[in-house]
């Protein structure tokens, strides 16, 4: 295991991290935990157990990754995010063996402080804004916002905005790449890409 491990932090034996990634200041990550190669956990990040998470992905500072989330590869986590893995939690009733599970597929963004309700999906390289409230699952390339969170529009791999409607039929270029992207009813798609993968 070729990582670097702040010496403030706890990773307990067993836990799997990947090649070049870094463990800062008073992160703790648990013993079942598998985390990939390149990735950054941030300061009093916490891992769980039962956690996956893929290739490059930036934890900020004060995130839990609970039991039940996977995170797939290039996830950003924003700092003081929140997941959860219990749809009705109650200090005097056990429930782990009701944990809902949660996906993040790739490149997708969670926004500083956005809380993800367990048992959604969120697709790859979707957008959440920060202190929006995910309650449902959320598709590829969306970006949704608010309380609960709600679809406002659309948004490319580079993490431009594009100028889309949040439903219809139209087709639109990445302002950043210009990879062109279709929308198709509530569904929206790369249809060509100039650039991949995308340049660090």
Known sequence: MNAAIHPSAIVDEGARLGEGTRVWHFAHVCAGAQVGAGCSLGQNVFVSNDVRIGDRVKIQNNVSVYDAVTLEDEVFCGPSMVFTNVYNPRAAVT?????????????????????????????????????????????????????????????????????????????????????????????????????FPIPP
């Not at 219809?168 to 990879?179: L, N, Q």
């Open 95 to 195: 429930r782990k063996d009701e944990y809902r599970r949660t996906l993040v597929r790739r490149g997708a963004t969670l926004g500083a402080n956005a809380t993800i309700v367990c048992g959604v999906t969120i697709g790859e390289y979707a957008f959440i804004a920060a202190g929006a409230v995910v309650n449902r699952d959320v598709p590829a390339y969306a970006l949704v916002a608010g309380v609960p969170a709600r679809r406002i529009g659309w948004m490319s791999r580079h993490g431009e905005r594009l100028a889309l409607p949040a439903s219809g039929r139209a087709e639109a270029p990445c302002p950043h790449s210009g990879d062109m992207y279709m929308l198709d009813g509530e569904r929206c798609t790369l249809m060509a890409a100039r650039t």
